[in-house]
């Protein structure tokens, strides 16, 4: 009779806590009908039948394994060959056997040396969990639920025996990985073998010192978080270090290396490189902790869901400042990199975007200090001082990154990868690929000019005029910053005037740039000098607030701080055309930037056909201006803006399918849309917003609920931290209505 049992018969041979918890594990969801159990100490194996983990035990190993399906071995690694050897004759040619053991080599070895090379029915098995318990009694059943556990099949492994030994994982709730015995015994040596070394060690050098006393005394905080696994099993960990000795020793020595090199620094009261060695590492573990707390022992990639619902509010109002504006946070940690002395920036965005950059440039050797409150220190190295990064420099969903770094990163001497998220893998990187590849870079994208996107260094760059195909700001920003390498004069000429905070800040560190009309140029063989930075408001992140004003009857605002440069303010000029009632106060100049307070009430609005010419003058804030337009007396036309079709998402198609599912007449264009404003008493109709994890879809749609009848349900608006960290909360308390859900 065909059983429904996972594993009908299991022989665990060594009562610890790993094999017992798994066992019980299995005997809890009924995925085993009967246990059989050995162990070296007869109470383990007596305690184990008195609570039911077994069904018998001998104290005869061939006893137990005999007619076992699978036979569990959770034995200390250097005891595995002669366990093996001792129940080798009970093995028909039907059981499977796996282990738990940290190391895999040695395992595999003692295999091959007692069953035969090529012995197919081995499972080599290593369960990421533990505890400071042990033994029988602390047995757990849902010990491995959502922890990792890796199998290393080797070639020779037999496929059913794999899928048997994943079967009983899998039933006790585990996530099964598979690597290679090499590749397992290399990342444990580093992740668990090395710091259990340095707590041991650790922990016995102070032990044998003359103030032992006063140290233990005193051995809260630091020394006893270090320290902890130092109380672990000797036998254990001194059969690991053994049994891994060659994994061990080569991350022991890179250790060592970077010991010596932290402590020569401190000798030398070299603060910049300890302060460098120090910040990276917070950093590393910033984003370990969150990975732990959040998404405990699963893939750090899928990051969580977060929906909003925003439900019918009424009038906006308060004075408040937005977070800092992104391209120029961008650009303040490019250019304190590059620069000499070091750059201090305020206002700094500290959305994910902004944050890239940051890391990019810290993966390249730039000691960085913060964010702290919007406050940054970047210690720069120079035009010429970067290293190469150890790994390929992930910009998340960061268009401004990947294509400003593009340029820099022609001028460089290493080779460089560069990759994005989901939304940025889909962008096109050609349009800065061609004009680089005219200055002699050597530069590889991915299909259809996609990322990933490699750039090769020590290419000898020459300058090029070169006409940009389309007002692309990243477009402009990568070549003239590829033309602080090339050879001779880099020129630009763009269509329409796009954001020039690249030409601004530039000057702003000394560096001479040439303006003419709608053509820069700029030469190399200068040099960029640390200066101080105070970054405005962000004129895209305060657009929502002024569409949100605009609409919601009874609103007054005050956003403070904000950018006014020119090139941003096509937001302004539109609304007001639109009949936006707008006051731009206290207009001031701060470090080279125009910046103002800006005041809105709420007004009717009326349809217009936007002028071209504000096009990319707003470019970020059309998903807002479609809401604006939605609520409008009258047809809104918007032609021109083909460019909103290759953002984070497309935007014409994003804006006009969510205003068709809150009920409004709106469709897009091959380069804008046409949008039937429901004029003053209308309001949106409540339904799902799919945002493609568009930042700016999210938050536009969360203004409309200004105006809803009903909740509105945005989807994937996880993303919005990209640009607007705080966006809920302050949006709440401006007088909006939103819940976020993450599921
Ligand atoms: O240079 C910049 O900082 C930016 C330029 C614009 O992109 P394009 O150059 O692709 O228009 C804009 O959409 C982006 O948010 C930021
Ligand atoms: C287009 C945007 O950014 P990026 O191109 O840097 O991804 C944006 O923030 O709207």
Redesign the pocket.
């Known amino acids: 009779m065909a059983s429904n049992y996972v594993v009908p018969r299991i022989a665990v041979v060594g009562l610890g806590l790993i094999g017992c918890s798994w066992v019980k594990g299995l005997r809890d969801r009924a995925a085993v009908a009967t246990v059989v159990g050995y162990d070296r100490n007869l109470d383990s194996m007596q305690e184990a039948l008195r609570v039911g983990l077994i069904d018998d035990f001998s104290t005869d190993i061939q006893q137990v394994v005999r007619d076992a399906d699978l036979v569990i071995l959770s034995v200390p690694i250097l005891s595995m060959r002669q366990v093996l050897s001792d129940l080798k004759p009970a093995l028909n040619d039907k059981t499977v056997l796996t282990d738990v053991g940290s190391v895999k080599g040695s395992v595999a070895a003692d295999v091959g040396e007692v069953l035969g090379f090529g012995f197919s029915r081995f499972v080599l098995g290593h369960p990421i969990a533990g505890s400071e318990k042990s033994g029988v009694a602390a047995a757990d059943g849902n010990l491995y639920v959502r922890h990792k556990v890796i199998l290393t099949p080797e070639e020779h492994t037999s496929p059913d025996a794999v899928a048997l030994v994943r079967a009983a994982w899998e039933v006790v709730g585990a996530d099964i990985e598979e690597m290679t015995v090499e590749h397992h015994d290399e990342v444990l040596a580093a992740t668990s073998h090395l710091p259990h070394l340095l707590a041991y060690s650790l922990v016995d050098t102070l032990a044998n010192s003359h103030e032992n006393k006063e140290i233990f005394n005193y051995a809260a905080g630091g020394f006893r978080d270090f320290t902890r696994i130092a109380a672990s099993s000797p036998v254990m960990w001194r059969d690991i270090f053994s049994a891994n000795k060659g994994q061990i020793l080569k991350t022991l020595d890179l250790f060592s290396h970077d010991l010596a090199f932290l402590r020569h620094a401190i000798e030398q009261d070299d603060t910049t490189t300890v302060m460098g060695v120090l910040t990276r590492a917070k950093v590393a573990r910033d984003h370990f902790s969150k990975i732990l707390a959040r998404r405990a022992y699963v893939d750090p990639m899928k990051t969580a869901t977060v929906n909003y619902i925003a439900s019918p509010s009424g009038a906006l109002s308060g004075s408040f400042r937005v977070p800092g504006d992104?391209?120029i946070s961008?650009?303040s940690i490019m250019l304190g990199s590059l620069a000499n002395g070091t750059t201090e920036v305020t206002g700094f965005l500290e959305g994910e975007d902004s944050l890239a950059t940051l890391q990019a440039f810290r993966d390249m050797g730039v000691v960085i200090e913060g964010p702290h409150r919007g406050r940054v220190t970047i210690h720069g190295v120079g035009l010429n001082g970067l290293q190469t990064p150890p790994n390929t420099l992930y910009l998340g969903n960061s268009?401004?990154s990947m294509?400003?770094l593009a340029g820099l990163m022609a001028g460089q001497t290493f080779d460089v990868e560069m990759s994005g998220d989901e939304s940025l893998s889909k962008r096109p990187m050609g349009r800065v690929a061609d004009p680089l590849r005219l200055m002699g870079a050597q530069v590889e994208t991915a299909e259809g000019g996609r990322p990933p996107m490699k750039v090769f260094g020590a290419n000898k760059l020459s300058g090029i005029h070169y006409d940009l195909p389309?007002?692309?700001?990243?477009?402009?920003?990568c070549v003239l910053l590829a033309g602080l390498y090339a050879e001779g004069e880099t020129s630009v000429t763009e269509p329409a005037p796009?954001?020039d905070?690249?030409e601004r800040m530039l000057k702003g560190f000394g560096y001479d740039v040439q303006v003419e009309g709608s053509t820069v140029r700029i030469k190399s063989g200068g040099e960029l000098t640390a200066t101080n930075i105070d970054v405005p408001s962000d004129i895209?992140s305060a657009a929502f607030f002024m569409v949100g004003a605009s609409i919601a009857k009874g609103s007054d605002i005050t956003l403070e701080h904000v950018g006014i440069n020119p090139t941003r303010i096509g937001v302004i000029n539109i609304l007001k055309a639109m009949g936006g009632n707008i006051e731009v106060l206290n207009e001031r100049e701060v470090g080279g930037e125009p910046v103002a307070d800006i005041r809105i009430r709420s007004a009717q609005l009326k349809g217009i056909h936007i002028p071209e010419d504000q096009v990319?003058l707003a470019?970020?804030e059309f998903p807002a201006l479609f809401i604006a337009a939605a609520c409008a007396e009258g047809e809104t036309v918007l032609t021109g803006a083909e460019?909103l079709r290759?953002?984070e998402s497309d935007r014409i198609q994003a804006m006009v399918d969510g205003l068709v599912a809150l009920g409004v007449d709106a469709k897009g264009t091959e380069d804008g849309a046409i949008i039937q404003g429901m004029g003053a008493e209308g309001r949106f109709a409540g339904g799902d917003i799919v945002t493609h994890h568009d930042h700016r879809i999210a938050m536009s749609f969360a203004m409309a609920s200004l105006r809803g009848s009903a909740p509105i349900r945005i989807l994937d608006c996880a993303n919005v931290a990209t640009s607007f960290p705080g966006f809920v909360e302050l949006s709440n308390s401006a007088g909006l209505s939103i819940e976020q859900k993450e599921g």
Do not use: F, N, Y
Request: glycine share 4%; charged share 30%.
């Open positions: 992104k391209s961008h650009r268009g401004t294509r400003l389309m007002a692309s700001a990243q477009v402009k920003s796009t954001r905070h690249t895209s990319p470019i970020d460019e290759v953002k």
